[in-house]
């Protein structure tokens, strides 16, 4: 399956987007945290600021966000973890409210109360949690509902290679084959559970290896590139709308932050990110866009103004949106 | 209270109720389909979901895999997506290995979203001990799972309550945990309490959450208890009133929403309160009723302390002697309410 | 690995042991709970009787307990599960004792704290439980003390069909094959996880074939064969000594009872079981016996004599023992 | 009470505390083994194992992948053939994921085998919110451990109890939850009370479970809390004093054994008590301190009903003023104390 030449000005624009909400929130997330605002004696308060709590960033991810997302469509579920915003973006979750979210603010996805690691849209079917490798079930859950409404929907968890080691993980990939689920599983591989290597908690190379044991189709992307992603997940999903059931996908890719904002990282060489950024996904697909004459600096130019935009204005949306009074709090422990 | 139409009653057992809710409430909705380990073809373990495959074919009652984790997150996703689960954990004990979806997922998720997303989904699973099934079969644990918030907790103990609530149940937008004590089921197969099995009406209707039930009414001594303990209170009572003790029984029903109202209503009335529960004795249910009148005794004229009775902060023993110690019998409960007569506070 | 003459006796005694110790107890735990003695309106009381509670035999099943325990020493660690008579026996776990336990006497392992499911015997290192698939992780433990103190030992966690679809299958074999741990990971795959069939519970045809997913070697033993076993855990048993880590074997094998006794086996033929003791493991192994001269009529009677007098003293003992007092229920919650 | 020998102390963080008493225990008896998530090369995400891999090396402080059901069960089997693991999940909140290895066996096998096998091993784990972490990372859970038998629950609240509570919970024969709160683990990147860095002996000492603290003395409120909470108390407090108001606070140290005579003591004192709780309200700790009361009100002479301050039964909102207002603050508990003044009810 080949990407039209509109997935790919679509990936590209959402790769260009995803980083700069993730290098904004870099900012954003250090404003009130550093030291002489905060407690004497601290050096960071994750507590402070205007987005309070763990940020978990996605910045050299995108490739694995657009190349999937590219052939899903609203009514498809995808269920991310705690490292969310580049499956968030790529799914067209509303970004205003997003941001919003993170900010803490009552015009926030869930009003507030769930923050960056739990964003809910239920307009384009996106959820997301910060307990790792629990969504794989519950997207086999949203494919058992197409499949017993005899719609052709997918379902699209995405985990860390870390997550692929918890028995979720086993439960939901039997589950998903035995019942012919038409979902699709994708490890982001990029190399770390936190400080451990995968090396350190995988006891073979590849979790796309791990497929023959459930009987469905293995597939390893060997490059941090959009085009790959999508040509596996292309087929993965049209398989999947098929009925012909779950695909496991493995996608090797690179953290250029932390595992979240002030992470001291001193369990990976020190220049380790940097020579990661040499092999940017981003400018990488910019070269095939002009090498197919799809860009030149002016579309480029637009496209990267447009995004600065959207993103401003989702960052200015949140900051400026009032918080929720109080006793909200109480507010949504259950519908009624 | 409840919304019955068609008149006609049998003497049902509560397993037989809670299957006829169901199959009621899945002729009535599409959505409801149930899913769980041997509740298709074996037609549950404890004949909660009886006869339902036969009706309704496995598309809308499956039989899954030893996979607590994976089925009860495919609950939440496909409750997510518009369908209406009822998922049996088949016994309470099983719990730890799943409780991850059900408390940080399931019973969060709505919240977490600002209410935006539901999860109508309903837990049954089976609870209770007596029948020597030892430290991992045999215990209740409903108050864990009425600790964390966003689970409403369902604990019936006969069979009218029974298909009330579980209809109750799978209708209510939230998730539901529907507690069942093996020993007040029905079995062909387990000693149980008679008064668990009685009139129940064919057509559906729905109890509320969150009203307990007078069982019995007294003066002397309250009695709040639940489930099972309900019928070893009953006996216990009937004892106590040839002694002249006049007990009343209050059935809580759920934990969650709780009627702390009954509760304190009742014992402002006797000054007198045991509660009679099989979970453990602390940090726990009956903690939570003792509390209760702990903080109101500005308003309640006590005539003794409260009393509890519960498993003593040990695993359920397996062997016939142990089990009966460790677990509260009548006469245990008729001893604690003799006890709690010999004071004279007020 | 061939078994020597002594390994062949051993297993053939064993089975037999484990076959009579089976079917007696099929009659012993249904002494009291038919009618009339019970409850009116009842079929069958499981709180009744000298054994209550529930009861998993294993009859049929022999082959796969006595084919690995021929490998194992008093040193080396089996975790069983719901169903653990079988490897009990193999273990050479205390026969009078484990059946005191099952009387709920207090001269049981357990002081009648635990019953049939929960049988601990340090004295072999053998323990076992009611969860399915929780013994797979606690054999890795055994295996990791053994190798941080660096002896050989060796660990075997044995379990059904059923429960390689929980996470803690997973989670263990990644560990173990991760860490080299000495253990061998064995399923009895008798075709139901209770009622529920393999086919319905298991996304592919052999558990064996899920090795891979880890990286250690997967043994699919097809026959109910002990010799069979023998080999395959023979090999297994001796990597793991060698420090070259575990191992996942399946075993086809066959149960001749329900589930637990009181099953009404609805869910499977009318006479499947009947089938299925046409290909009884233990003729089989005489046969073998008896065309390699190891056995006669004299021999066999003379060890069928021996086993009955064991399984026979071991009943007595468990019948005859006192209960323990009720107030013990209080003892033993914490060791002082 | 506890057992120094060298008299050098140093003002430690509690995870610094925490750390050094289980790298003294490792030199001390070389049973004892660390596992769990980036406590090796990161020295845990809450800083309880920093220096250990350096000084131990990787086979006595070993990361482990996201399986916390496999190496809590791996820590069963080790503790089982003689070693004796420290295990650490890396927030309470994960518990539903390993929670069956947990309390259906590393809890219960000792009993369940009748004394026959020990299982010595500690699982260390962070709790507690106020940093914006959200429902799935700011939990308490303690009840939770404390309500299944078999585990001792330990819950310190500074640096001094928790080197002597770990090293008690090290050389402990039976499993113990070690429960340690963020906000007071003076880390250098989340604002703590400053309360819980104090002076500890450099030597090694042990505390004994069940034996509560009383961390300030006074005459007309009693306050029983833990863990954050207890400083939060003590702010409250030092306010109340202002105004005339004399408060005294037990911190409770471990749920499991409970000292209640120590409650019950100050009660008796004060006749007025508030339980001050960071975990969810019902079916809990508050619960339990208050039924202690409740049981005991024959000899009590109390001036006022119980109160209790824990999160209102709702799951831990992300946004600050909402979490601000779920997690009792020390204007909310100088607030309880102060209503607790209007009641004379003797
Ligand atoms: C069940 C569970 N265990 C541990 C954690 C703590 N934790 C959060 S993220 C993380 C690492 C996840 O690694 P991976 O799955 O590779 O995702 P990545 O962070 O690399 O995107 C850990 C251990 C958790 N959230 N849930
Ligand atoms: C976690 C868990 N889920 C469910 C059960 C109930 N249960 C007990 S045995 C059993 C079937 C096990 O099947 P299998 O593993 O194949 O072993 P077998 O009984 O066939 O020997 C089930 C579902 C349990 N004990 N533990
Ligand atoms: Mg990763
Ligand atoms: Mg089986």
Redesign the interface.
Same mark, same amino acid.
């Given at each position: 399956m080949e990407a039209t030449s509109e997935q790919l000005l679509w990936m590209y624009e959402k790769m260009i987007e995803i980083r700069e909400y993730e290098e904004t929130m870099v900012k954003v997330y250090l404003e009130g945290k550093l030291p002489p605002k905060?407690?004497k004696?601290?050096?960071?308060?994750?507590?402070?600021g205007p987005v309070?709590?763990?940020m978990h960033l996605a910045a050299g991810q995108e490739p694995v966000a657009v190349g999937v997302c590219a052939h899903l469509r609203r009514d498809d579920?995808v269920?991310g973890a705690h490292r969310p915003h580049h499956f968030a973006i790529a799914k067209d979750v509303d970004l205003n409210a997003m941001t919003a979210?993170m900010y803490? +603010?009552v015009t926030?996805? %869930?009003?507030? +109360? %769930?923050?960056?690691?739990?964003l809910?849209?239920?307009a384009v +079917?996106f959820?997301c949690?910060?307990?790792?490798?629990?969504g794989?079930?519950?997207?086999?859950?949203?494919? =058992?509902?197409?499949k +017993?409404?005899g719609t052709d929907q997918v379902?699209v968890a995405f985990f860390g290679e870390?997550?692929a080691?918890?028995?979720?993980?086993?439960?939901?990939?039997? =589950?998903?084959?035995?019942w012919k689920l038409p979902v699709i599983f994708i490890v982001e591989d990029n190399k770390y559970?936190?400080?451990?290597e995968k090396s350190?908690?995988?006891?073979?190379a590849s979790n796309a290896?791990?497929a023959?044991?459930? %009987?469905?189709p293995g597939v390893l992307v060997e490059q941090n590139d959009a085009v790959a992603v999508f040509e596996a997940a292309g087929a993965a999903v049209a398989r999947a709308r098929r009925g012909e059931g779950p695909t496991l996908i493995e996608v090797k890719t690179d953290r250029y932050f932390g595992h979240f904002q002030?992470d001291p990282e001193?369990?990976r060489p020190k220049d380790e990110a940097k020579a990661l950024r040499q092999h940017d996904p981003i400018p990488a697909l910019g070269a095939l866009l002009r090498a197919r004459d799809l860009l030149d600096d002016d579309a480029d130019t637009t496209l990267r103004a447009r995004v600065s935009e959207r993103v401003g204005a989702a960052y200015d949306f949140g900051r400026n949106s009032p918080?929720?009074?109080?006793?909200?709090? =109480? =507010?949504?422990?259950?519908?009624? | 209270m409840s919304t019955t139409t068609n008149t006609t009653t049998r003497r049902l057992t509560m397993a037989q109720a809670i299957s006829e809710a169901t199959a009621q409430e899945m002729e009535r909705d599409p959505r409801v389909?149930v899913m769980g380990e041997d509740i298709g073809k074996y037609g549950g373990i404890f004949s909660a979901t009886t006869g339902l495959l036969d009706k309704f074919g496995p598309?809308r009652v499956m039989d899954?895999?030893i996979?607590?984790?994976?089925? !009860?997150?495919?609950?939440?996703?496909?409750?997510?997506?518009?369908?209406r689960?009822i998922s049996e954990l088949m016994f309470v004990d099983f719990f730890g290995?799943c409780f991850?979806?059900i408390y940080?997922?399931i019973a969060k998720?709505?919240? !977490?979203?600002?209410?935006?997303?539901?999860y109508p989904l309903v837990i049954t699973t089976g609870i209770g001990g007596g029948y020597n099934d030892a430290a991992q079969h045999s215990q209740c644990l409903y108050s864990i799972f009425a600790h964390v918030?966003?689970l409403?907790v369902v604990v019936p103990s006969n069979a009218y309550d029974a298909k009330g609530l579980m209809t109750s149940a799978i209708r209510d937008?939230?998730p539901v945990v529907f507690l069942y004590h093996k020993g007040i089921m029905g079995l062909s197969w387990m000693s149980y309490f008679e008064g668990s099995t009685n009139e129940v009406p064919e057509a559906q209707y729905t109890i509320p959450f969150g009203q307990a039930r007078v069982v019995r009414e007294g003066t002397d001594v309250t009695i709040v208890t639940l489930s099972q303990m309900v019928h070893k209170s009953v006996l216990a009572a009937e004892k106590l009133a040839a002694e002249g003790i006049s007990v009343e029984i209050v059935d809580l029903r759920t934990l969650v929403p709780l009627d702390r109202a009954s509760v304190l209503d009742s014992v402002a009335k006797t000054g007198r309160l045991l509660v009679a529960d099989e979970d453990y004795l602390s940090y726990g249910l009956s903690g939570e009723i003792a509390a209760l009148i702990a903080e109101n005794i500005d308003t309640l004229r006590l005539k003794a302390p409260v009393r509890r009775l519960a498993v003593p902060d040990i695993p359920i023993p397996f062997s016939r002697p142990l089990e009966q110690f460790a677990i509260p019998q009548v006469d245990n409960i008729a001893a604690s309410v003799r006890s709690l007569m010999t004071f004279k506070l007020d």
């Open positions: 905060i407690q004696g601290l050096a960071f308060d994750i507590g402070a309070p709590g763990e579920t269920v979210e803490g +603010k926030g996805l %869930g009003r507030g +109360k %769930g923050g960056h690691m739990h809910f849209d239920p +079917k959820s949690g910060g307990i790792v490798g629990a794989a079930p519950q997207a086999c859950g949203a494919a =058992l509902a197409a +017993k409404r379902a870390g997550a080691n918890q028995g979720a993980f086993h439960e939901a990939l039997n =589950l998903a084959a035995l559970g936190i400080s451990v350190a908690s995988t006891s073979i290896d791990r023959v044991a459930y %009987g469905m002030g001193t369990y918080y929720p009074e109080p006793e909200d709090a =109480l =507010l949504h422990v259950f519908a009624d | 389909f598309d899954t895999p996979s607590e984790t994976g089925f !009860m997150g495919a609950a939440l996703g496909a409750a997510a997506d518009g369908l689960p290995v991850d979806q940080n997922h998720n709505h919240y !977490m979203s600002g209410g935006a997303c539901k918030p966003g409403k937008d939230n």
